[in-house]
């Protein structure tokens, strides 16, 4: 491999580039002790900021990769969704994915917003807490999500909100194959008037929109 193509492919390595970098400047450091102690020192200072930078950086890289992940950084409230001109807009996640701030019958959750599962779906720690009961039969269904096919029990959502959305008596399915995550699938995303994505916007429009603050 040529100087060149070395250069090329660290361009498109920054991390390896940065962890090259501190390392080259800790090696330096040491060379000039003698010959220039205060030289060496700020070297190596730097040099070993720069190391952990780029293994916090690395480490932040794996977190977003992980979906379902505690420390993926949807999880820490990214990102940022808002209401503007009758739409809920929320950017896309560093996951790849959709996620938006709503709430169960009041209590705030967050969702994953799946256009590949066909029934809203809740944890079953959210279904706990927002008093969603599995219906008296208990049918066991097959719900197929982005992540694959898990096993559910039919419910019904009294108050789902979040933006400018307020959906009633929406029917759901506890899923206890999804771990803490909960899904807003195909049957809410059809009671907008319409929803689109532009580029890493996911923009949502409601039949009725409700102000943020509106009480049931």
């Known amino acids: 491999m040529s100087l060149a193509d070395t250069f090329a492919f660290l361009a498109q390595q920054p991390l390896l580039a940065l962890a090259m970098a501190a390392i080259f400047a800790v090696a330096l450091g040491g060379t000039l002790k003698r010959a220039a102690p205060r030289l060496a020192r700020l070297l190596q200072g730097v040099g070993n900021l720069a190391v952990v930078a780029a293994l916090l950086l690395t480490i932040a890289q794996v977190a977003r990769l992980t979906t379902g992940n505690d420390l993926a950084l949807p999880q820490i409230g990214l990102p940022e969704q808002h209401v503007s001109g009758g739409e809920t807009r929320i950017a896309m996640s560093n996951d790849g994915h959709f996620w938006l701030r709503g709430s ?80 807003i699938g195909m049957n809410l995303l059809a009671r907008l008037a319409s929803w689109r994505v532009e580029g890493r916007t996911l923009v949502l429009v409601p039949k009725h929109p409700q102000t943020v603050d509106e009480e049931s």
Do not use: C, K, W
């Not at 169960?104 to 927002?130: C, H, M, W």
């Not at 019904?156 to 909100?161: A, C, G, P, Q, T």
């Open 104 to 183: 169960v019958n009041g209590v705030p959750e967050r969702f994953l917003v799946d256009t590949g599962a066909t029934l809203t779906a809740l944890s079953e720690s959210t279904a706990a807490e927002a008093g969603v009961d599995a219906q008296p039969l208990r049918q066991s269904v097959l719900m197929r999500t982005a992540n694959g096919t898990v096993s559910a029990t039919l419910a019904r959502i009294e108050v789902l909100r979040f933006g400018n959305v307020v959906a009633r008596d929406l029917d759901a399915v506890i899923a206890p194959g999804l771990g803490e995550t909960n899904v």
